[in-house]
């Protein structure tokens, strides 16, 4: 199983272009001219095949020309796209949808090449098994007969679940009630494809360089390609939905990162009528001053950057160590629990991402729970609510720590030294040697990033003493940092002993898209997160009880139908995370320092998907107009009432879904 992760060192650029917009138009009436969105995207695809990449660099491209069942709208609401309606069996194990009728496929020079029909649902997620799709995670386990045909104990795709009982319906299967399976419908593995124009491209399919490789049925039309160099669509003139799209052409110019101060500085010269404002910028001051009435900051969202530890370390490639004493201590030192929770808290989260984000923004980005507090209600608390009381319970050096978003309660000079008072009785007493040295990687290409790793080595050893800590900065290659981090394919990759370099974004809406990862026996983030191969057996595991770990998530994945049951067990594992300090969450994307002429409160929105957020345009309206300070404080307060009420009337009409 494997799942998207993110590299933070280079996500400061894409996690900023959230309110990217246009050259012209206006969102209180009819615009009078063409609306054009021009800005920047830092990643070429490698591949059009929406069935088979679970990357963003694709999904900023067909997420916005591909339309799968369902799409979220502005409050996070999933309604209807391809499929006009569904309707869910009483025992929660079969989604039927109906497809409307209609809906057409077109090249990408807008020629009608068929209708859009049940068959063509069926056609794309043979295609992803087939083709063995990066993202088939999503739905592998959860479809009927689908993992038997991805590992070959079947060879007959009419035994998996999902049919096309005619044109205009289709039914999946599932082998357990998922509560969330159909935010699943969102993402490309899911999503639509000819059977007949994927018989004549064969492998050519999906070709990157090739905007003829793919048909399109949604919003816009690719209508050029250019690695490193540009990115162009267009509207598509007979959408079924056209009335929804605002935007006409959308313009794409490659950023390497570079030049952040070229971002703010197209806003500023009107090629770009929205940017971030970087602290590293040289028209940072400047602007901040110019706009000062105009600054806002967006939304924190669902992707979680976190300090990992590693407790299998073998490999010493970049190391600071010059004896095996040193490196046997260190690994206890990371064994122990006490001196994980040191590590925690006195680290200087605000500190380390002022380096890169400034003062402003800083403290907004915080986070302190691996699983966003609010992600998901349990009855009338949150996630987090629910987590803060089940933590509590484990350890009372809890009772003061805000699980919110941007709070900065985590750091504490005074628990991070009795923590590692405690630690160091019981590790001496196993012949550790101190100070624990602690190795850890950063790009040396980025120099606000290095400086945060500073910042962090700062406030560690100022904290609890260079007699007892000292943290090694080492600097890497771009290639060496992503191979010994999120790329790595064994412990011998992972060199290093604390990373900051990692990052989680959510698949759908539940939280095992979180907490399962961690997973001791499948977990796809153990190894890059914890330096661990995942097994059953492992004397490592067992030590810092992940095993037990493993039984708290076991426990909520199996309550399948009450959800404010599952969700309050899955808060008992975030608690026990929290506790453990394996991973030290640090920040959120988003809550980003933005000048914007975005219409406030258009635009898809939902934790999860293909369709929401910076990278896509169905929804979005812009404005000649630049958004105020106070226009989006007033702003911010009616929009939540509203999305507090469609979201409450969403659900109530969720029982109409359920067949008698």
């Known amino acids: ?345 006195a680290i200087d989260r605000k500190a380390g991402i002022s380096q890169v984000f400034g003062d402003e923004v800083a403290p907004r980005k915080l986070r302190t729970s691996f699983t966003p507090p609010t992600f998901v209600q349990v009855g009338d608390q949150t996630f987090g609510q629910v987590t803060k009381t089940e933590l509590d319970k484990l350890d009372n050096v809890w009772k003061d720590v805000s699980l919110d978003d941007a709070q900065d309660s985590l750091h504490n000079v005074d628990k991070a030294k009795a923590k590692l008072e405690a630690a160091k009785k019981t590790l001496q007493a196993d012949g550790v040697q101190f100070p624990i040295h602690l190795d850890i990687p950063v790009s040396s290409t980025r120099p606000d990033f290095v400086r945060q790793a500073q910042s962090y080595k700062q406030s560690i050893e100022e904290a609890i003493g260079v007699d007892n800590v000292v943290v090694d900065i080492q600097q890497v290659s771009d290639d060496e940092l992503s191979s010994m981090t999120v790329l790595a394919t064994s412990n011998t990759n992972t060199d290093w002993d604390i990373n900051v370099n990692s990052g989680w974004s959510p698949d759908y809406a539940d939280p095992s898209t979180y907490l399962d990862i961690f997973d001791p026996t499948s977990g796809p983030n153990l190894l890059s997160s914890l330096g661990v191969t995942p097994g059953k057996d492992s004397s490592v595991i067992k030590a810092v009880g992940l095993d037990k770990f493993k039984e708290l998530i076991t426990d909520a994945n199996s309550e399948k139908t009450n959800l404010e049951k599952r969700y309050a067990k899955y808060a008992k594992a975030q608690a026990w995370l929290t506790d453990n300090a394996l991973v030290i969450p640090v920040q959120s994307n988003g809550a980003q320092m933005l000048v914007t002429k975005k219409v406030l409160g258009t635009g898809a929105y939902g934790w999860v998907g293909d369709k929401t957020g910076e990278l896509s345009y169905k929804y979005l309206k812009l404005q000649d107009k630049i958004v105020t300070t106070k226009e989006m404080d007033e702003f911010r307060k009616k929009f939540a009432d509203e999305k507090a009420k469609s979201n409450a009337d969403y659900q109530k009409n969720l029982d109409r879904h359920i067949q008698e």
């Open 1 to 345: 199983m494997k799942k998207r992760v993110f590299l933070a060192a280079g996500v400061a650029v894409l996690s900023a272009a959230v309110l990217a917009a246009c050259s012209s138009g206006n969102g209180n009436k009819e615009a009078t001219k063409p609306v054009t969105y021009s800005y920047v995207f830092s990643s070429d695809p490698a591949t059009l095949d929406y069935t088979v990449s679970g990357k963003n660099s694709t999904k900023q491209i067909t997420g916005n020309v591909i339309d799968g069942l369902l799409e979220n709208d502005q409050y996070g609401n999933l309604v209807p796209s391809v499929a006009e309606d569904w309707t869910v069996s009483k025992d929660g194990l079969t989604y039927t949808y109906k497809i409307r009728k209609g809906i057409k496929w077109y090249t990408n020079e807008g020629e009608e090449y068929g209708e859009v029909k049940a068959q063509d649902f069926v056609t794309g997620l043979k295609h992803a098994a087939d083709k063995k799709s990066e993202a088939l995670y999503l739905v592998q386990d959860s479809i009927k007969g689908l993992d038997d045909y991805v590992n070959g104990k079947t060879t007959d795709f009419s035994t998996v679940g999902v049919k096309a009982t005619d044109d205009y319906t289709v039914v999946y299967t599932l082998n357990n009630p998922e509560s969330f399976w159909n935010s699943k419908t969102t993402m490309g593995v899911l999503a639509p494809v000819s059977e007949n124009f994927l018989a004549s491209k064969g492998d050519d399919f999906g070709k990157a360089t090739d905007v003829t490789s793919i048909l399109y049925n949604g919003a816009y039309l690719l209508k050029g390609l250019t690695s490193k160099s540009s990115i162009e669509m267009t509207k598509n003139q007979n959408y079924w939905d056209k009335q929804n799209v605002f935007i006409d052409d959308i313009k794409l110019s490659y950023f390497d990162g570079q030049d952040a101060d070229s971002l703010g500085r197209g806003f500023d010269e009107g090629n770009y009528p929205a940017a971030p404002l970087f602290k590293n910028s040289a028209n940072y001051e400047r602007l901040k001053e110019k706009y000062k009435d105009n600054i806002i900051y967006s939304q924190q969202q669902g992707t979680t950057f976190y300090i990992s530890t590693n407790i299998d370390r073998v490999a010493y490639n970049h190391t600071a160590k010059t004896s095996d004493a040193e490196k046997s201590s260190t690994k206890k030192a990371l064994l122990n629990k006490d001196f994980r929770q040191s590590l925690a808290f």
